[in-house]
């Protein structure tokens, strides 16, 4: 009987101090607090950037949902980053040049600390310098581009680019407010592409060179010299172009055009599709307008082998024929 009192006993201690122990971690959870206080009086931020102030509460562990902050002062210089005003800090964005006055406050009470924010636009200098050379030589028909670089504050439409004669060099695009641009070479001569500054009225120059590509037009024979076809055949020639040397620049013929003709008209090209119309010798030239040269394909048009081999066996039979007879004669 006095251990079943002394357990129950036990039993309802534990629980008295399970709920007076919950109450407590409640209670500590919701404490105000008795002081708050900012680290800075004052603080100097640039104008467009969000910072984040903070305030420290005695105790410690209170409850930050107490503090309640507010523009005092100078509501059109910063805003507020989001609408969360109940903590122990708080984002701010600067939005113009000026001054505020920022409060955190212990609400229901009169305890509260402030800041003082200067907002300044921030001092560039808004230069820029060339990249690469300052002289450039291109070739006609090349795209190109020229670039400059940017130090901070300074942005693409603050730039803008020139051609001082249009009749050497074109813009490839329409967008000339940037850091870089693509341009074309039209035809040869000099002239000066000029990025501008708005911000510094200041200009980069580069010197644009436009040449002519030199080229060899030089061509070279694809395969063997000699070819041997045979009759009703189907057959492609071909040469091998160097850069610059145009398929309208080369020109093919045939020098016999009763053994051989062309498949189709298309006769300026790098390669040519031929047939065998009879048997013979005979040559197919192509010429290089840019340099002036030939290169020659002797062509050996010969009956199919098949009905070659066939007379040849017909030719012995008959051989054998004759001298058969001869030696039956011989024999009577």
């Known amino acids: 009987m006095i251990k079943k009192k002394a357990v129950k006993t036990i039993l309802f201690t534990t629980l008295a101090m399970m ?17 708050v206080s900012i680290a800075k009086s004052s603080k100097t931020v640039y104008v467009g950037n969000t910072y984040e102030i903070e305030a420290k509460m005695t105790p410690h562990y209170a409850e930050d949902d107490y503090l309640y902050w507010t523009i005092v002062s100078g509501k059109n210089v910063v805003k507020f980053a989001d609408n969360d005003r109940y903590d122990d800090d708080i984002k701010i964005r600067a939005v113009k040049a000026g001054t505020a006055k920022v409060r955190c406050r212990i609400r229901g009470t009169k305890k509260y600390d ?39 504050g300074l942005k693409d439409n603050d730039l803008k ?10 813009f490839d695009d329409r967008d000339i407010t940037d850091d870089e641009v693509e341009l074309e070479a039209k035809k ?18 580069y010197k644009i060179k436009v040449v002519k590509r030199k ?27 160097t850069s610059g040397l145009k398929d309208n620049d080369l020109k093919w013929k045939i020098h016999n055009t009763n053994i051989l003709r062309f498949d189709d008209r298309d006769i300026t ?15 197919v030239s192509c010429y290089n307008s840019k340099n002036k040269k030939t290169i020659t394909y002797k062509i050996n048009v010969i009956r199919d082998r098949d009905d070659n081999d066939d007379d040849d ?17 011989d024999d009577d």
């Open 19 to 35: 709920m007076g122990l919950g109450a407590l971690t409640a209670q500590a959870k919701n404490v105000k607090p008795k002081r």
């Open 114 to 152: 402030t800041i003082t924010i200067k907002a300044v636009k921030k001092k560039y200098s808004y230069a820029f310098s060339r990249v690469g050379a300052a002289t450039r030589t291109v070739y006609v028909g090349d795209d190109f581009e020229l670039k400059v670089k940017k130090t901070a």
């Open 161 to 170: 680019w020139s051609i001082q004669k249009k009749s050497i060099l074109k």
């Open 188 to 205: 040869t001569g000099t002239t000066y592409v000029t990025c501008y500054n708005r911000k510094t009225k200041k200009k980069i120059n």
């Open 215 to 241: 080229y060899s037009y030089a061509f070279s024979r694809v395969g063997a010299a000699t070819r041997t076809v045979e009759l009703g055949d189907d057959f492609e020639l071909k040469v091998k172009k």
């Open 269 to 283: 090209d790098d390669e040519v599709e031929l047939e065998a119309r009879r048997t013979g010798t005979t040559y």
């Open 313 to 329: 066996r017909y030719d012995r039979d008959d051989d054998d024929d004759d001298d058969d007879r001869y030696d039956r004669d």
